[in-house]
């Protein structure tokens, strides 16, 4: 079992910054991948960024130079950033966050979702 944390929304203008963090802690399974996914109202989960094992990264679009995911590892505890620039409405959601585990199962641990508003 992997609990996962994630926290960091708020409210800001167009053109603006925040940070999402997102603590995983499992004692016995590796977390293989952490990702950020958003949801906006009326829409599906899209993927936004992740990271591997290998720090290899990806990002959606329309995030892409404006958004950076990263990853810090201690042991049974790993924690994710979502550093979010340039801020626009369109980034408007709810954020969660997604801890992939490889052994001794392909598993997906979801946070609970933390807001982000984006309005002038």
């Known amino acids: 079992q992997v609990n996962v944390v994630d926290f960091g929304g708020g409210s800001v203008q167009p053109g603006g910054s925040l940070r999402l963090s997102c603590e995983a802690i499992?004692?016995?399974?590796?977390?293989?991948?952490m990702a950020w996914y958003r949801q906006a109202p009326g829409k599906q989960r899209d993927l936004v960024a992740r990271?591997?094992?290998?720090?290899?990264?990806?990002?959606a679009d329309s995030v892409k130079g404006r958004f950076t995911i990263s990853i810090s590892r201690d042991h049974a505890k790993n924690t994710a950033h979502l550093q979010m620039n340039s801020l626009k409405p369109e980034d408007t959601a709810v954020y969660y966050c997604?801890?992939?585990?490889?052994?001794?199962?392909?598993?997906?641990?979801w946070g609970r979702g933390t807001q982000v508003t984006v309005s002038s």
């Open positions: 997604a801890a992939t585990t490889l052994l001794p199962l392909y598993s997906v641990y």
């Open positions: 499992g004692s016995q399974l590796s977390v293989d991948t």
């Open positions: 990271i591997t094992s290998d720090d290899t990264t990806d990002y």
